[in-house]
């Protein structure tokens, strides 16, 4: 069970890396006519089985299966949503087509929104106060930088597509928040990296080393202290 949460934390981690690789490394992920194909969701469906993966119980935290459940249902949703990303791309004046990629992003934010307070179920269960910091940072930056400013510039974005009949890039250039927009994505990538890959790759190190994980059951697990 402890390898299995151990590679599932892994398999997350690396799973987002490649995500990243397939959105910013020119090429990736397109065809040669440098139109984006569905290699994109591969991402999302490795997440909902990793998600899946995951063990039912884990050191006896009494949190765990609750955060377990919400992790499968927003990669679900987010590997549901994924392909109106690419196909909007193809049809950027399509509103429906844009209400449907701006729903993906936000099950992307939740997931890993999710996956950040189950580093912190795990990290007050072993009492590791880098783990603690880390799934805060990630849990707070994913709200408030994330989250808060994602939905005000998608609301922005619709209302200016939905009423002047633009698509969204055509929208988003009539804003003239380009300078800020640049440096809002570079905030976003920083809190993806955090929450979807430092995160994940501190509890497999946890999974690995804590004396009460390795034995498996032999060893009771102090008990889950929220306060």
């Not at 994109?40 to 909902?48: D, E, K, Q, Y």
């Not at 006896?60 to 987010?78: C, E, H, S």
Request: proline letters at 6%; one cysteine or more.
């Amino acid at each position: 069970m402890i390898a299995r949460a151990l590679r599932t934390f892994d398999g997350i981690a690396y799973t987002t890396v490649v995500l990243l690789l397939l959105a910013l490394v020119p090429g990736a992920g397109t065809d040669p006519l440098g139109r984006p194909t569905l290699i994109f969701a591969a991402p999302a469906i490795a997440m909902v089985w990793f998600s899946w993966r995951l063990p039912a119980e884990l050191c006896g935290a009494p949190l765990w299966g609750a955060v377990r459940r919400r992790l499968v249902v927003t990669a679900m949703a987010f590997a549901g949503l994924m392909p109106f990303v690419i196909w909007w791309y193809e049809t950027p004046g399509s509103l429906y087509l844009l209400v449907n990629a701006v729903l993906a992003v936000y099950a992307g934010i939740l997931f890993l929104y999710h996956l950040a307070i189950a580093a912190m179920v795990l990290g007050k269960e072993w009492q590791d106060g880098k783990l603690i910091r880390l799934a805060l940072a990630a849990k707070h930056g994913l709200l408030y930088v994330f989250f808060c400013a994602f939905s005000a510039l998608a609301i922005a974005v619709l209302i200016q597509a939905a009423l002047l009949n633009l698509s969204a890039l055509e929208a988003l250039n009539g804003l003239s928040i380009q300078p800020y927009f640049l440096g809002a994505v570079g905030c976003w990538l920083v809190l993806v990296c955090l929450a979807g890959i430092l995160v994940p790759l501190r509890v497999s190190h946890l999974l690995e080393h804590k004396p009460c994980e390795r034995a498996e059951g032999d060893r009771e697990c102090p008990p889950l202290n929220l306060s």
